[in-house]
């Protein structure tokens, strides 16, 4: 398993904004960073609210209500294995 890279090409193909644990409220109060995301330097972020595979944990979404890792992109590309990085961050 390889580690994440901090890209706006793996951030484009990140399925987390579509994620059903990652509720309307949560999406809402992170767009401003999300979007300062593709428009800044990714690699010296530690923490975003999308591709939690890359960072660290969410600190909005706080129940796994179904999660969309096995069919992303990202996911395959880095050979990760594990679910619900939006909530734990073991396995990186």
Known sequence: MEAVEKTKG???KC???FCP???FACKVESTPSNVSLLMGNMDKKTHA???FC???PSTCIEEANGCLCSSCE???KYG???HYYCLV???R
């Open 10 to 12: 793996n951030l484009v």
């Open 15 to 17: 399925k987390c904004l």
């Open 21 to 23: 644990s990652y509720k």
């Open 49 to 51: 609210e999308k591709l």
């Open 54 to 56: 890359a960072y660290e």
């Open 74 to 76: 990202v996911q395959a």
């Open 80 to 82: 990760l294995a594990k």
């Open 89 to 91: 961050q073991e396995g």
